[in-house]
């Protein structure tokens, strides 16, 4: 079927983190990452048909949801998952949590490459465990891996996992091979474990190709343990399923103990139906989406370019976060932020939440119809241009 992504589907009033958080009626969310689009036909038949069972008490997950899980993994992307390597899980964030809390001891280091999603820090923090970053070079508006000073830090003994995003957020890069298997090759050497969150890994545009970490060598296979799920590529973070691929045996015990321990290894009949259904019958819906994303993001590049030229829009490879150069209005992104809140009632994510070299960032969600984000960019815009002289 065709789906009609221009069209608005009200989320205001519906308890909406992304729609609900701020008071303002006329409020435009070009923040959280989820998107404003109904999910697929299919998720939506099958999650009614659910419904109207009647009867939702505790569910087990069935083969069909492991089946769901490799058969995409394999068509996708050439990664063929074995049945017990795949741990079923509430999301991708307390799996992190929880296997920071089972892989290390209070006072061991965890490497991140800064710029990077907020949650990798109190991931790591709540842990009683020290971030250490290997800080992205942002180099011609493109942000490049800086691999001596990777090695430089993968070497302290102290340093006992490293969390790769990919692709990255909010970089938006989708990783070479090039680049994986040099990182993986340092973090062989040192001994460090790699967690490679891959949870945007379906939103790739053209041109571009994700590859799963644990695909590129048998080595880095029992030294990674990768974490995927439906909720960015199918809008399903509402259902709570996600899914960690740990190869290793030995690490497979104790993945699957820190999940039990911290109760989040449970998830709803709701979560299993719809994403047994996604990856079974999605694909159309996804291939729709990611057109309709990739023009979003060609209309953003060509508005900033013709209304607001001094900005600088780092190219998108994959998600649908377009991270936003704004340095040359000497304002940090959380004053930005909050101008453009009580101003105009625009909400966006402030560089500053992603560490160290982004404080004059904003990231935007374009996961949304073009008249909401034509809106939103017309309100950045009379913010910008109508800033008061030094």
Same mark, same amino acid.
């Given at each position: 079927?065709i789906?009609?992504?221009?069209k608005i ?5 519906? #308890? ?6 701020q008071d ?5 969310p070009?923040?959280v990452?989820d998107?404003?689009?109904p999910?697929s036909?299919?998720?939506i038949?099958?999650?009614?048909e ?5 009867v939702?008490g505790?569910?087990?997950v069935?083969?069909?949801f492991?089946d769901? %899980? ?17 741990l079923p899980v509430l999301g991708?964030v307390?799996?992190?949590s929880?296997i920071?809390?089972a892989?290390t001891?209070?006072?061991?280091k $965890?490497?991140?490459?800064?710029p $990077?999603?907020?949650c990798?820090?109190s991931s790591i923090?709540r842990n009683?465990c020290?971030?250490v970053?290997n800080?992205?070079?942002?180099? #011609?508006?493109?942000y490049k891996i #800086?691999?001596d000073d990777f ?5 302290d003994p ?6 790769l995003?990919?692709?990255?957020n909010?970089?938006?890069?989708v990783?070479?091979k090039t680049e994986?298997e ?5 973090? *062989?050497? /040192?001994?460090?474990l790699?967690?490679? #969150?891959e949870i945007h ?8 190709? /994700?590859i799963?970490?644990?695909? +590129?060598?048998p080595?880095?296979?029992t030294n990674?343990?990768?974490c995927i799920?439906p909720?960015?590529t199918f809008n399903l973070a509402g259902l ?6 740990v190869p290793d045996?030995l690490l497979?015990k104790?993945v699957q /103990?820190?999940?039990?321990v911290?109760? +989040?290894?449970?998830?709803?009949p709701f979560?299993?139906?719809g994403l047994i259904?996604a990856y079974?019958?999605g694909?159309d ?7 309709y ?7 953003l590049?060509?508005?900033i ?6 900005l600088?829009v780092?190219p ?5 976060l377009?991270w936003v150069?704004?340095s040359?209005?000497?304002?940090s992104?959380?004053?930005l932020g909050?101008m453009l ?6 909400q966006?994510? %402030? ?11 904003i990231r935007?969600n374009?996961?949304c119809?073009?008249s +909401?984000?034509?809106?939103? *960019?017309?309100? *950045?815009?009379?913010v910008?241009?109508? *800033?008061?002289?030094?």
């Open positions: 079927m789906y009609n992504f221009d589907i009200s989320r205001r009033g519906t #308890d909406s983190v992304k729609w609900n958080q303002y009626a006329d409020l435009i070009l923040w990452a998107m404003d689009f999910a036909q299919p998720v038949e099958a999650l009614t659910r419904v109207q069972h009647g939702y505790y569910a087990r069935p083969d069909a492991y769901a %899980v490799s058969g995409w993994s394999e068509r996708k992307h050439g990664f063929q998952l074995q049945r017990e390597w795949i991708v307390p799996a992190l929880a920071v809390a892989l001891e209070s006072g061991d $965890v490497l991140i490459q800064e $990077v999603y907020h990798f820090f923090e009683g020290e971030v970053s800080d992205l070079l942002y180099q #011609d508006g493109q #800086d691999f090695e430089t830090k993968a070497s102290k340093v006992k996992l490293f969390i995003c990919s692709p990255h909010p970089a938006g890069r990783w070479t994986l040099r990182l993986g090759e340092i973090c *062989l050497k /040192h001994d460090v790699v967690i490679s #969150d890994c379906d939103l790739v545009f053209e041109g571009y190709q /994700h799963p970490f644990g695909t +590129i060598n080595l880095f296979l990674t343990i990768t799920a909720s960015k709570q399923a996600a899914t960690v691929i045996p497979n104790k /103990h820190a999940f039990l911290n109760e +989040i290894a449970s998830i709803s979560a299993i139906t259904a079974q019958q694909e819906w996804l291939k729709q989406v990611l057109v994303i990739h023009d979003n993001y060609s209309y590049k060509n508005f370019a013709e209304h607001l030229p001094t600088k780092v998108l490879e994959g998600t649908y377009v150069d704004c040359a209005f000497k304002l992104s959380r004053k909050q809140l009580q101003d105009v009632h625009l966006v994510n %402030v560089g500053a939440m992603y560490g160290k070299g982004s404080d004059c960032f935007l374009i996961a119809s073009r +909401i984000l034509d809106e939103g *960019l017309v309100r *950045l815009k009379n910008l241009l109508n *800033l008061p002289e030094e």
